[in-house]
């Protein structure tokens, strides 16, 4: 009896020293460093969320665009006010005219372009002066004031000198600088030599800072005027009214020599202000004559040398 419980004893003893040795291993066989598996690195366009905004430097350069564009559909109409006087010079008057006619203006294009409330009395289509003043058979000869204008006037309309400089505000808004030149053509004058007739067309260049706000959509909503904003400059935003020829003919005046007697057929309101026609070479100091050219014209003055207006000088020194 007493040896089965030392027997007991010595294998309890054994079991107690495996469990406790196990034990002591597993601690040291944990305490060894372990390399911990990392997951794979993720590409850049995973790291960030795509996003449903436009980045700033595109929305910056999307409202300069749409400023431009408005700006340019704004200001650029009618005959080509750039076009320099010698374009039309010392041609025939049917050619020169024809040439200068501007186009009856219609339509609106600023409506599609922008956000802005466009009044009905502004523009080309809009009730014409005689209409408005009642006058019936004027009104039905000019119902609007498109085709009021294009009786008025021979050549009118304007453009943008040169490109505009343009500029992105802080405040989301953009500003747009520049100058526009218009010009304006009508029949007053009178001044020829033979068969040769001066027609002077006034040029006024007029200077423009504007700056555009646009709405959610990316449209025009307002447009602030920091310069005069007249409407031959600005023929879709505002009411037209009869000041074109007061307000340009003090402008620059330039003489377009042309062969024949011009022919333009206009009409024009009892009440109507004209441009001021030229009748001879010194009654207008802002007229300039420099085209009026007697050698390019085929006109012999008396400083052609041995001839003179409607003269040849024949050897013998007899004019026949």
Excluded at 134 to 148: A, K
Excluded at 221 to 228: A, G, Q, T
Excluded at 285 to 301: F, P, R, S, Y
């Amino acid at each position: 009896m007493k040896k089965k419980t030392i027997g007991i004893i010595l294998v309890a003893t054994l079991i107690i020293a495996a469990v406790v040795g196990w034990c002591l291993w597993r601690q040291h066989d944990l305490a060894k460093p372990r390399a911990i598996p990392m997951p794979p690195p993720t590409s850049a366009s995973s790291q960030t969320a795509p996003s449903d905004s436009p980045q700033p430097q595109a929305e910056r350069q999307a409202r300069i665009d749409m400023a431009l564009k408005v700006e340019h559909a704004m200001r650029d109409w009618g005959v080509d006010a750039n076009l320099p006087a010698s374009s039309y010079a010392y041609k025939t008057a049917g050619d020169a005219l024809a040439m200068l006619r501007a186009p009856r203006l219609t339509g609106n294009p600023i409506r599609e372009l922008t956000a802005l409330d466009i009044e009905d009395t502004w523009g080309p289509d809009a009730r014409s002066v005689p209409c408005a003043l009642g006058m019936n058979g004027d009104c039905m000869v000019s119902p609007t004031m498109g085709q009021w204008w294009a009786n008025e006037a021979w050549a009118y309309g304007s453009r943008w000198v040169e490109e505009p400089t343009v500029q992105y505000l802080e405040d989301g808004s953009v500003s747009v600088v520049g100058d526009v030149r218009a010009v304006l053509l009508q029949d007053g004058d009178s001044y020829n030599d033979g068969d040769w007739y001066a027609l002077t067309p006034a040029w006024r260049t007029y200077p423009v800072k504007d700056t555009l706000t646009f709405n959610d959509e990316g449209k025009v909503e307002s447009i602030h005027h920091d310069e005069p904003d007249l409407w031959w400059i600005d023929p879709y935003l505002q009411q037209w009214s009869e000041a074109m020829p007061a307000q340009i003919g003090g402008g620059d005046r330039q003489v377009i020599p042309v062969k024949g007697q011009p022919r333009m057929s206009l009409t024009h309101l009892a009440a109507g202000r004209w441009l001021r026609g030229v009748k001879d070479m010194g009654s207008m100091d802002n007229v300039d004559w420099t085209l009026w050219d007697a050698e390019k014209m085929g006109v012999c003055l008396a400083s052609c040398g041995g001839q003179q207006q409607g003269f040849t000088e024949s050897p013998d020194g007899r004019e026949h």
